[in-house]
Nanobody
């Protein structure tokens, strides 16, 4: 079993940056890890994912060029660097583990592919 805890959220002005962290209680070095977000009244949506060694990453179109996902398997941690934040990035951000896959696959962007989730961290971007 894997427990995930996100941190690093907060209130930031548009154009600012935040770095989210996800700390895992167990080893995650074999798993694809992803970040999702959910805004009020909306479904949870894919943001970014990274393969087990970090060699492959994939991003939602709306964050390409602004967000960067990374991982440190020695620390059982995954990160999301968010730059050039916009008000529409306001949401609760969740870290998730896909224990079935080590590499990115066609269904990596689906929330149903992930087995373990953190509690989320709130990101609020003011205009």
């Amino acid at each position: 079993q894997v427990q995930l805890v996100e941190s690093g959220g907060g209130l930031v002005q548009a154009g600012g940056s935040l770095r989210l962290s996800c700390a895992a209680s167990g080893r995650i070095s074999s798993y694809v890890m992803g970040w999702f977000r959910q805004a009020p009244g909306k479904e949870r949506e894919f943001v970014a994912a990274i393969s087990y060694r970090g060699g492959s990453t994939y991003y939602a179109d709306f964050v390409k060029g602004r967000f960067t996902i990374s991982r440190d398997n020695a620390k059982n941690s995954v990160y999301l660097q968010m730059n050039s934040l916009k008000p529409e990035d306001t949401a609760v951000y969740y870290c998730a583990a896909d224990v079935t896959h080590s590499i990115l696959v066609a269904t990596t962007t689906s929330r149903f592919e992930y087995d373990y989730w953190g509690q989320g961290t709130q990101v609020t971007v003011s205009s």
